[in-house]
Nanobody
Framework: QVQLVESGGGLVQTGGSLRLSCAAS????????MGWFRQAPGKEREFVTAINWYGGNTYADSVKGRFTISRDNAKNTVYLQMNSLKPEDTAVYYC??????????????WGQGTQVTVSS
């Protein structure tokens, strides 16, 4: 069992930045890939980015060059640095732990989500 708690969401203007954190507890954090997904109102949950246990990462095309995922295995924490935010980035952002990749089905544990709102 892995427990995940996101933090760092909020309201920001277009072009601004936010840093999300996801603190993990339970099973060995370093053995899992970590992903960030988001869900906007009325839309499906979608992949944002993921990082495997040794630091390799992948990004959705919509966030490449603007978002950066990182992890600190000593602190059992994964981060999402979001720069140049756009109104279309507005969503609830979820942290997840699993085997990795961009599929929701590849992740077994999920956080409760944190709201990110980008005003125009």
């Amino acid at each position: 069992q892995v427990q995940l708690v996101e933090s760092g969401g909020g309201l920001v203007q277009t072009g601004g930045s936010l840093r999300l954190s996801c603190a993990a507890s339970g099973r060995t954090f370093s053995g899992y890939a970590m992903g960030w997904f988001r869900q906007a109102p009325g839309k499906e949950r979608e992949f944002v980015t993921a990082i495997n246990w040794y630091g390799g990462n992948t990004y959705a095309d919509s966030v490449k060059g603007r978002f950066t995922i990182s992890r600190d295995n000593a602190k059992n924490t994964v981060y999402l640095q979001m720069n140049s935010l756009k109104p279309e980035d507005t969503a609830v952002y979820y942290c997840a732990a699993g085997v990795g990749g961009s599929s929701i089905r590849s992740y077994s544990w999920w956080g409760q989500g944190t709201q990110v709102t980008v005003s125009s």
